[in-house]
């Protein structure tokens, strides 16, 4: 099994809708989330970290379920400019630090 | 404030030949790493330095993969010999301490003819 797995899409939304991805974690000894957008032929950008109560920034909303293992990321209000991968990213650090990213979701909102 | 900055952007080599990829992180930035992004296999970690020292090397491909980290403000992946299925896009990335999100260069993307 993967250690982070994601639906990678594509997710072909039309703008104004509201979508959401999931990710799964395999490792329960996770300490820290995040979501990270990228656009084509440009490097990953941190959009949000992930927090244990759930965290809002705008039209976007991340949450994390330790029990189950996965975070989820939800966008309203859909923009064309939303249009791109994300990838989460699950950070266990320990004896050393493993930060691990998923294949990422490709989003592609159409007008 | 200057982000993580990775020379060249670009570097297009023959099989065979020394190819030498360079970073700087941010400033106080105690990780650096540097990660390997294919089509087929998304973003790879080859290896991750704390304090200018490697952690974690388990995922440089093989011993034509070295990676340096001389002091806190400069690093380098070195590929001798290049082959063409390193051709990728090479990413550095910097994080102020564990558990601190990455702050990733534009890369290098990397052609080996």
């Known amino acids: 099994r993967k250690e982070v797995e994601q639906d990678p899409g594509p997710f072909n939304v039309p703008e104004g809708a509201t979508v959401a991805f999931n990710c799964t974690y395999s490792?329960?000894?996770?300490?820290?989330f995040f979501w990270y957008r990228q656009d084509c032929r440009k490097e990953p950008k941190l959009l949000m970290s992930?927090?244990?109560s759930g965290n809002e920034d705008g039209r976007f909303t991340a949450q994390l379920n330790r029990a189950s293992q996965y975070i989820s990321l939800l966008i309203r209000d859909s923009k064309l400019s939303d249009s791109a991968t994300y990838l989460c990213?699950?950070?266990?650090?320990?004896?050393?630090?493993?930060?691990?990213f998923g294949t990422g979701t490709k989003l592609q909102v159409i007008p | 404030d200057a982000g993580v900055i990775q020379s060249p952007r670009h570097e297009v080599t023959e099989m065979g030949q020394e190819v030498t990829l360079r970073c700087k992180p941010i400033?106080?930035?105690?990780?650096l790493f540097w990660y390997r992004q294919t089509m087929m296999r998304g973003l790879e970690l080859l290896i991750y330095?704390?304090?200018?020292?490697?952690?974690?090397d388990s995922g440089m491909p093989e011993d034509r993969f070295s990676a340096k980290m001389p002091n806190a403000s400069f690093s380098t992946l070195k590929i001798q010999p290049s082959e063409p299925r390193d051709s990728a896009v090479y990413f550095c990335?910097?994080?102020?301490?564990?558990?601190?999100?990455?702050?990733f260069g534009n890369g290098t993307r990397l052609t080996v003819t």
């Open positions: 990213v699950v950070n266990r650090a320990g004896g050393y630090q493993k930060v691990t």
């Open positions: 490792n329960s000894a996770s300490q820290s």
């Open positions: 330095f704390n304090n200018n020292v490697p952690i974690d």
């Open positions: 400033s106080g930035h105690d990780y």
């Open positions: 990335a910097s994080s102020l301490q564990v558990n601190s999100p990455l702050h």
């Open positions: 992930v927090y244990s």
